[in-house]
């Protein structure tokens, strides 16, 4: 292993014991069942979900984060969770302080329905829906509302249809990502009077055109630190596949290989291909394939998808959500926080377990597992 990564690891791992756990904080009961209905009508990766989600203290739960002043709920974070159906009914409209929704590489369905409800959600400004509702029809210029997102990320959806006219109304949007759909039409005009827009990635559709100059529009000076881009026609294309020529003015990015993402966060290395750091820092990335959202991440091995913050992960096809674990071997799934998990094919929620060996599937807290 190399040296700076094993010292990461070790260091990791001392963090992972030192640092204590965040107070719980009790949930205000409109949000405690808007969780619990989202997760009580989806399959699959939701049934662990429902596992790990049990008490009324939710600013606790694995992928919730809450404003510790008034226990609302401003983050719902479960990436690469395996959740399956249609985000039911009114459920997250109930989080009326929500701010950031990442719901990306999931399994979900009924994109009209889902942006329909999330349109309640007054404070959002981050909703990352990527590699979800497969070939769906993207909702028309009808739709209203997001008036307040700063990000949004549709990529890889294989969506139809054209760039919709209600994304006008956005003003605040910073980061908008498209690509990797099925959309057709031209390029609309409005794209360059987004006065803050420094990210645009409308690359893998059928689109034609150019994106629009704009005294105002495309603008980077005013970006969020480490998501300032430039020569932002470089994100365009017009179909087919091929590598994508990123420009970021941030220096302290160090990027190797080909296909590479990098949407905001500093202090980044990526080497190997296919990766896709969309916010955090100081994270090191290697192998290929990967997912890395949060911060402080070391990543070695490749087909890694990985949530939260202070992690260690190496090996190959492990999903690690939550914070402060530990990850070798291969084909694990771990969520909670302060896991040491080795082996392969296990399964692991809750916090403070330690399992080794394979095919084991644990819960609850402070196990020890061979």
Not at 285 to 299: E, I, L, P, R
Request: glycine content about 12%; proline content about 3%; hydrophobic content about 35%.
């Amino acid at each position: 292993m190399n040296p700076m990564v094993k010292c990461c690891l070790l260091l990791l791992l001392f963090l992972a014991v030192l640092l204590p756990e965040a107070r719980a904080t009790s949930c205000h009961s409109d949000d405690l069942h808007a969780l619990w209905g989202f997760a009580g009508n989806l399959s699959r990766g939701a049934v662990l979900l429902r596992a790990a989600w049990s008490g009324a203290m939710c600013c606790a739960w694995d992928g919730v984060g809450c404003d510790a002043a008034n226990g609302r709920v401003t983050s719902l974070c479960l990436p690469g969770h395996g959740l399956v159906g249609s985000i039911p009914g009114a459920s997250l409209a109930g989080l009326a302080w929500l701010e950031e929704l990442d719901l990306g590489y999931n399994s979900l369905h009924n994109i009209s329905g889902a942006l329909t409800m999330l349109r309640g959600c007054q404070n959002l400004t981050t909703l990352i829906l990527t590699k979800n509702f497969g070939g769906e029809e993207l909702p028309g210029d009808g739709f209203i509302g997001f008036k307040s997102l700063v990000m949004f990320d549709l990529g890889d959806c294989a969506l139809k249809g054209r760039v919709p006219g209600w994304l006008s109304q956005c003003k605040n949007l910073e980061v908008l990502d498209l690509s990797h759909n099925q959309l057709v039409g031209t390029i609309p005009s409005w794209i360059g009077r987004l006065d803050h827009l420094c990210y645009l990635d409308l690359s893998n559709n059928t689109l034609v055109g150019e994106v629009p100059k704009s005294s105002k529009g495309l603008n980077t000076s005013g970006c969020s630190p480490g998501i300032s881009f430039t020569n932002m026609s470089l994100y365009l294309k017009h179909g087919g596949r091929s590598t994508l020529r990123r420009q970021l003015n941030h220096a302290p990015n160090v990027i190797a290989g080909t296909n590479n993402i990098v949407k905001s966060g500093s202090n980044n290395v990526v080497a190997g291909n296919d990766n896709t750091i969309i916010f955090g820092n100081n994270n090191a990335v290697s192998g290929s394939y990967q997912v890395v959202y949060g911060n402080n991440h070391v990543v070695t091995g490749d087909n890694h998808v990985v949530s939260g913050s202070n992690h260690a992960a190496s090996g190959s096809h492990h999903v690690v959500i939550g914070k402060h674990n530990i990850v070798s071997g291969t084909h694990n799934d771990v969520g909670g926080s302060k896991n040491i998990v080795s082996g392969s094919n296990n399964v692991v929620s809750g916090s403070h377990n330690t399992v080794s060996g394979k095919n084991h599937f644990v819960t609850g807290h402070n196990k020890v597992v061979t």
